[in-house]
């Protein structure tokens, strides 16, 4: 008989995933001051201060390394950002290169 270590976590979709990842997640926070990490169920939503803009993937890199180190994976394709402004201004922002490319910029939010 062979034996095989576990090396992930409880299944997606299962009832103790979210309990799992709220414990997990215990230790998630930025590191950028001011910088909040919401996490609901088991998603997390970073948000960024305005005069922080800069340095979100700061935050973001970050975030990835906490992932791989607690056996979790950040899955790029999900991630989003939303720019909230003050009413009536509105521009666009450089967006330097991202840990994880490919981040789509969206006009709304779904919180589930």
Avoid at 23 to 31: C, K, Q, S, V, Y
Wanted: aromatic residues 6%.
């Amino acid at each position: 008989m062979t034996v095989a270590d576990i090396k992930a976590s409880v299944i997606q979709g299962s009832d103790l995933g979210p309990a799992s990842y709220i414990f997990t997640a215990a230790d998630l926070h930025p590191i950028t001051t001011g910088n909040k990490i919401v996490k609901f169920a088991d998603d997390s939503y970073l948000v960024v201060l305005a005069s922080n803009s800069s340095l979100r993937l700061k935050d973001i890199a970050h975030i990835q390394k906490w992932a791989a180190e607690s056996n979790l994976k950040l899955i790029c394709r999900k991630l989003k950002e939303i720019v909230f402004t003050t009413r009536g201004k509105c521009g666009k922002t450089a967006h330097p290169p991202s840990p994880c490319p490919g981040i789509e910029s969206v006009n709304s939010l779904r919180v589930k």
